[in-house]
């Protein structure tokens, strides 16, 4: 167990870029999430896949926001056209699918956007 | 809607001292899960327990324990003989029966001195 991993750890963007964020999850866990963290708060959902499929999408991911898991195993999470207010932490987790499987999450990407 | 509220945004404390986190919950579901997560300074968050909303039962592992009481919503967690390394954000976390999205708390700070 490796854990899960994200990369990168930090990114700096001038507002209007594109980024991309990589997440990949324990390799036994067909479930992958993806949080946003700000200072000071808790982890707010963004969306979720099982294997492939993206199942649930949070009404704070906007249009510019996109996640994909293109063979289930890792996930991108793409911001087009950032804007200050994006700057967060981005959290993956993954877990074994069942309602008592523990959600494990990365190290997170922490995004400024200048 | 769900709600989880960690009224304690800092606490400091003494090394040995006894500390605990307050979490209250609010939820319409009957089956729910309760979780608490650890996130040091390096920033994962650290899976401590979890809890289903059919078992009242209270836990103990080491130096922690945990008590979980629907008659007023609440599932706080109790450290004993606190230690510098148990110095961290600490959060509370409800998810609803049918999906997987967790709803944190906004966090509490403990800062155990030496």
């Known amino acids: 167990d490796t854990g899960v991993s994200q990369d990168p750890r930090h990114k700096i963007t001038k507002r209007g870029q594109n980024v991309t964020f990589r997440c990949d999850p324990i390799?036994?866990?067909?479930?992958l999430y993806w949080y946003r963290q700000t200072l000071g708060q808790g982890p707010e959902f963004l969306t979720y896949?099982?294997?492939?499929?993206?199942?649930?999408k949070s009404r704070l991911l906007s249009d510019r926001f996109s996640a994909e898991r293109p063979k289930g195993s890792f996930s991108t999470l793409e911001i087009q056209r950032t804007e200050q207010g994006d700057s967060a932490m981005y959290l993956c987790?993954?877990?074994?699918?069942?309602?008592?499987?523990?959600?494990?999450f990365g190290n997170g990407t922490r995004l400024t956007v200048t | 809607a769900q709600k989880v509220t960690q009224a304690q945004t800092e606490i400091s404390v003494v090394e040995k001292e006894d500390v605990t986190l307050d979490c209250v919950y609010e939820?319409?579901?009957?089956?729910?899960?309760l979780f608490w997560y650890k996130q040091p300074p390096s920033g994962e968050l650290v899976f401590l327990i979890r809890?289903?909303?059919?078992?009242?039962q209270n836990e103990i592992s080491g130096r922690y324990s945990w008590n979980f009481q629907k008659s007023t919503s609440s599932f706080n967690f109790t450290i004993t003989a606190s230690q510098v390394v148990d110095s961290a954000v600490y959060f509370c976390a409800l998810m609803r029966g049918s999906n997987y999205k967790l709803t944190f708390g906004k966090g509490t700070l403990l800062t155990v001195n030496p």
């Open positions: 809890r289903n909303s059919f078992d009242e």
């Open positions: 987790a993954s877990s074994l699918q069942g309602w008592d499987s523990p959600l494990h």
């Open positions: 896949f099982q294997n492939e499929a993206q199942l649930e």
């Open positions: 939820t319409r579901d009957t089956t729910y899960y």
């Open positions: 390799s036994e866990h067909n479930r």
